[in-house]
DNA sequence: TGCAATTCTTTTATGCTTCAAGCAATTGGC
DNA sequence: GCCAATTGCTTGAAGCATAAAAGAATTGCA
């Protein structure tokens, strides 16, 4: 069995094809969902989905954060989240002042209406997942937990090589 | 059992925090490969990941597609198209003609320019999509995409669902 | 203390993406 | 043959995203 493997690797230069279509399956039903969850948060709230993430981050951090903590956390650029959060303060979810130990640093957080509708769409979005995951059992779901987190590990490792 | 079940559902409004971090583990996994990937064609072709696609759907339909079929096979917008494909025919990657029956319809294929650079990039692609899942044993891809294939089918009733 | 390196943010240029509105060509019913 | 509806594409406005450069403030070290 092993020998074979290795003929086979030596034989046909690689064989990718499944790992491509993983990739491919992987992509399309990421890009479903999203694109259904960004549908229903237009709709529903006239909200983006950018928005409704840096909204997301600054509720769990009732004392705020500095723009690169949301910078690290969303994995966007520092300029990106410039631009979220100057939209985001002009329609009065974000309040944004200099710090008073530190005068380079920016520190935001949600204001009272800011945390109020984040909650509202927070809730529903949950149920929305929820519909988008229910024909899944509850076996099938622990399993994509894991799969997923394997292949999590397995792309870092690839990134990590590559950075080296 | 059942009736605990029962009891559960109706005493918490409901627990879908399970559901919820599968997406965000979905999402971030995904999110994860896909900028590995853009870096990588950014490095080493300098070519954009819209690009890629694009050019791949082509190297598939050698007479070439119409605008339309693109957008649908890319599940992107009409807009996006023109101007995605305005660019790469300014690059020579792309001949674009009006179809001789229609004249509403432009007709996109890739030059020989095109054709050869992709194939170029679809090999190494293929290479480093197996690098991303090397830790990933034969099963664990089996698996995976026996369960995303039912994600999908998933979410794509709940879109029905929300559509209907 | 002084100044070089670092850190935090913004700006700029470019590209992708959507939606909505609009234009041009074709089709279908009368 | 005519005209309304449809189809195919483009345009325009807005937002999201990046990388690179530049501007401010702070830190660290000689």
Redesign the interface.
């Known amino acids: 069995m092993t020998l074979d493997a290795e003929t086979k690797a030596v034989e046909t230069p ?1 064989d ?8 491919l ?12 969850i960004r549908s ?1 948060l237009r709709e529903r709230f006239d909200v983006t989905l950018p928005r409704f993430d840096l909204m997301a981050q600054l509720d769990k951090a009732p004392d705020g954060m500095t723009l690169s903590d949301v910078s690290k956390r969303m ?1 966007v650029s520092n300029g990106n989240v410039t631009g979220l959060v100057e939209r985001l303060v002009e329609s009065g979810h974000l309040d944004r002042r200099t710090s008073d130990t530190d005068r380079r640093v920016q520190v935001i957080r949600l204001t009272k209406l800011g945390r109020a509708e984040f909650r509202k769409m927070a809730g529903e979005h ?11 059992t ?1 076996r ?2 622990r ?3 894991r ?13 990590q ?2 950075d080296a």
Chains 1, 2 share one sequence.
């Open positions: 690689e990718h094809a499944e790992e491509l279509r993983l990739w399956r992987l992509l399309t039903c990421t890009n479903l969902i999203e694109s259904e229903r994995m949950e149920t929305w997942i929820a519909d988008i995951f229910a024909d899944l509850e099938d779901v399993e994509l937990m799969l997923l987190a394997k292949a999590k590990g397995s792309a870092q490792n690839a990134v090589r590559r």
